[in-house]
């Protein structure tokens, strides 16, 4: 059994566990996601009173919002809601803002591909409206990305 099929199965597994415990899963990933922001939040800190760079202030700023919302993402069980569609929202606007720039950058990237990229990046910001009136649909949806995927990578030959 090579890699390909060994993840596609985990990613199946994990795909259906979505599916059949979608809160669990939505707090596990905010979770997750507020431990990452803690960690991001504490070393932009260090990097910003420590680091020397003309950047301090702003790494102090953006560590000390990270913290917060860490925290929120750990503790605040109610929040879930809210953070699955902001997740959505901002993962959107950003990949528009990078399709953007590859549209009017110069030869480095691919037009089609920045144009996929807006595209893809409004279905995002379509979920997170979703997700605002029913949170279930995004673990559901994120499911049923992985077991499509898994299901690609154990069939793939490579």
Do not use: H, R, W
Not at 56 to 71: D, E, P
Not at 75 to 92: H, K
Not at 114 to 134: C, H, P, R, W
Not at 135 to 152: K, Q, R
């Amino acid at each position: 059994m090579n890699n390909n099929q060994i993840l596609g199965i985990l990613s199946i597994i994990l795909g259906l566990i979505f599916i059949i415990c979608p809160v669990f899963s939505t707090a596990l990933v905010s979770t997750f996601i507020g431990i990452s922001f803690l960690l991001l939040g504490i070393f932009s800190i260090l990097a910003g009173i420590f680091g020397g760079t003309g950047m301090g202030a702003l790494l102090i700023i953006s560590g000390i919002l990270a913290v917060i919302f860490g925290f929120i993402f750990t503790t605040n069980i109610f929040a879930i809601p809210i953070i699955m569609s902001l997740q959505f929202y901002i993962i959107g606007i950003i990949m528009i803002l990078i399709g953007i720039a590859g549209i009017f950058s110069g030869d480095q990237t691919s037009k089609i591909l920045s144009i996929l990229m807006i595209i893809l990046a409004i279905v995002m910001i379509a979920i997170g409206a979703l997700t605002i009136d029913n949170p279930i649909i995004a673990p559901i949806l994120l499911g049923i990305s992985l077991i499509v995927e898994g299901a690609n990578l154990l069939v793939l030959k490579v």
